[in-house]
């Protein structure tokens, strides 16, 4: 990956407060051209730094009311390939991490209800093969929700 400048990081500090700003505001806060930011930024996002953008949906405004976590045991960890390729094919998993510790992975996933969670469990992911045994965290409330900070020093005038 890239070496990023403090330029850089004054970019993606702004732009990770308010990723609809414009790229003139950007610009006027770093003070540099519109231009400089534009190639910054895509520059980043060639690079791999900035891996993404768009719009978060809340999952509760298309009826998905329960946010789950899901400890899943494989086999053997040499499946996690496999299982994971099945896994995306369930639109309502969310992310897949390979962990260390009790799981080899964990899933997030939405459900509409109990009756869709429990199906979601039973009839796919515990289908899948190499899935040995999950365990089932419901999240009650998502207290909050942020991307990792970028620090920069500030430029004395």
């Known amino acids: 990956m890239e070496k990023i ?9 702004i732009l990770s407060k308010n990723a609809r700003i414009p790229f003139k505001d950007v610009a006027e806060e770093c003070n540099v051209s519109r231009a400089a930011v534009h190639q910054r930024v895509q520059r980043l996002i060639e690079s791999g730094v900035i891996t993404g953008s768009g719009f978060d949906v809340n999952p509760m405004s298309l009826g998905y009311r329960t946010c789950t976590y ?3 045991t494989l086999e053997r960890g040499s499946m996690y390939k496999e299982v994971v390729k099945r896994l995306e094919l369930i639109p309502e998993v969310v992310e897949c991490h390979f962990t260390t510790g009790p799981y080899t992975m964990m ?3 939405y459900a509409r209800d109990n009756e869709q969670l429990m199906h979601l469990l039973n009839g796919q992911l515990q289908e899948i093969p190499g899935v040995v045994s999950t365990e089932t965290l419901i999240s009650l409330e998502q207290s909050f929700k942020r991307d990792i900070p970028v620090h920069f020093e500030e430029e004395e005038e």
Request: proline letters at 0%; charged letters at 35%.
């Open 107 to 109: 899933a997030k996933l």
């Open 70 to 72: 899901v400890g899943i």
């Open 5 to 13: 400048d403090n330029l850089d990081k004054k970019i993606l500090s």
